[in-house]
């Protein structure tokens, strides 16, 4: 087989996976008790390291954009690689902390309030919809399915962003409640 004839690397199984996985393993935190055999441990510092990863897929991803539309394929690849890289670091940090620990209930009163809590559903809302849109992206991007990543990158880009960036925010409302 030539490379011209080279046939693209089905990614569904992988995406449908992946999805459910995160998905599934974040909303299972909701309903695990905390465990407390770990109450001893100060793990304060994970939603500071939550904030700073979203902070650098935030850069990561801008800076992706820009190479991009530099037409610099090569370093576009390596920025969306960092980003997804600070994504799963988040991921893990976030699990973590939620698994052993309570949550932390928002103290903002009046008109910060319902900001916070609109800021904090988009984000919830959106981080569960980025998560197959970013896979699905990576992939036709790998595949050089070029037309069809272009397609579906204009909506993932603006709404990882959004994730990224209102992660940040929700974190800095919420810092003097820990």
């Given at each position: 087989m030539n490379h011209s004839e080279h046939k693209p690397k089905s990614y569904t199984g992988i995406v449908v996976t992946l999805t459910i996985a995160i998905n599934?393993?974040?909303?299972?935190?909701?309903?695990?008790?905390?465990?407390?055999?770990?109450?001893?441990?100060?793990?304060?510092?994970?939603?500071?390291?939550?904030?700073?990863?979203?902070?650098?897929?935030?850069?990561?991803?801008?800076?992706?954009?820009?190479?991009?539309?530099?037409?610099?394929?090569?370093?576009?690849?390596?920025?969306?690689?960092?980003?997804?890289?600070?994504?799963?670091?988040?991921?893990?940090?976030?699990?973590?902390?939620?698994?052993?620990?309570?949550?932390?209930?928002?103290?903002?009163?009046?008109?910060?309030?319902?900001?916070?809590?609109?800021?904090l559903l988009s984000h919830i809302l959106l981080s569960i919809v980025i998560v197959p849109m970013a896979l699905i992206t990576l992939f036709r991007g790998l595949n050089m399915k070029v037309e069809r990543h272009k397609k579906i990158a204009r909506w993932t880009m603006p709404l990882w962003l959004y994730v990224s960036i209102t992660g940040v925010i929700v974190y800095i409302m919420i810092s003097p409640y820990y």
């Open positions: 599934g393993l974040v909303t299972l935190l909701f309903f695990l008790p905390e465990a407390e055999r770990f109450r001893h441990l100060d793990l304060t510092f994970l939603p500071l390291l939550n904030a700073i990863c979203n902070s650098f897929t935030f850069i990561f991803l801008l800076a992706a954009l820009f190479m991009i539309r530099q037409k610099n394929i090569k370093a576009h690849k390596r920025f969306i690689f960092a980003a997804f890289t600070t994504t799963a670091i988040f991921l893990i940090s976030y699990v973590t902390y939620h698994a052993l620990t309570e949550s932390t209930p928002y103290g903002g009163e009046g008109i910060i309030r319902p900001i916070y809590y609109f800021i």
